[in-house]
């Protein structure tokens, strides 16, 4: 029998994708999601319980219920600049849901979590790439959940029979291959998909902040990381879970950096079209280079990222677009 799988936040861009790489190895995808921001339409791999982490009786039922081996917990909300405005809600969707969640996972005996973590948890890089042992002082209340999260898991995992995989992912990016799944929110703030809106004549301009960075043209760089990649890294961590009973804290990046105006160059070679920029100022916080080094998660998982390329992230993206725009 397949070993079940909770995936809260499996309807969203990365959960989903997931829930099919679960599904395609093997295992039971249960997504737990109140569909806040994700889509009914991307649970394909498994049911859905549609239902809210905030409320303790409804996780703990379907853990009761379905008794998974372990959890992927990728439900939170996730918008930086929004969390600045309305903190409340970050540290009560993200921290105490996820205290929720921990805790009918220790009523009923379910002992591995694989945690989204994020890149944001370390703030302003005093060096890049960043290491996972690069100081963590976040610079937002979404950052802060996330090292919240994180140090609560090391408190539980001392103290219960209890285990986690923290896996601080880079910019998630690119779509499914197949184009089933992809990046879908109400309002964009992320440059790719912004950047393919504009080429695809959806948007009329688009806005880049800071042309005056300490890079090779000026445009601030960032590590792009595959959602596949993100996906396949996810069931590494669980095979780790298994075997070894061990937690562990890991980057998720490419390893590689691409300034905005690279992006944006493929995204016009991939459509043949002109984007339209309007050119900005810096934004206070945004670094001019956050790029990551995941050789932890290479050694310790065994893990490569092979669909990160620039192309990949860019065509898969530009593939997904074209038919949500039909959808
Ligand atoms: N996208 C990125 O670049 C990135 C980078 C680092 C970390 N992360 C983390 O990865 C995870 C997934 O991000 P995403 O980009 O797929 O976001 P997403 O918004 O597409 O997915 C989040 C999902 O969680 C669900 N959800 C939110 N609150 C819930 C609640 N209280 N109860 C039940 N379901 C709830 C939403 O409906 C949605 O389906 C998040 O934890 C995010 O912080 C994302």
Redesign the pocket.
Known sequence: MKENILV????????SQNCKELYKNNFHPIT????????KDFVKWGELIQ????DFQKIDEAIKKYKPKAVM??????LVAESIKDPQKYYE?NVL?TLNLLKAMLKNSVKYLIF?????TYGMPKFSPIIESHPQDPISA?GRT?YMIEQILKDYEKAYDFNYVSLR?????GADLEAEVGEN?DEET?LIPLAIDTALKKIDKLNVYGFDYDTKDGTAIRDYIHIQDLASAHLKALFYLFSTNRSVELNLGSDNGYSILEIIDEIEKHTNTKIDVKRCSKREGDPAILFANSSKAKKILGWKAQNSDLKTIITSAIKWHKKKNLL
């Open positions: 809260t936040g499996g309807a969203g861009y990365i959960g737990f999601d109140n569909l806040s921001t994700g889509r239902e809210d982490l905030k917990h990728f439900a939170a909300n996730a969707n849901a989204s973590s994020s890149c944001a979404y996330k992912y880079f910019n998630a990016a929110r992320h």
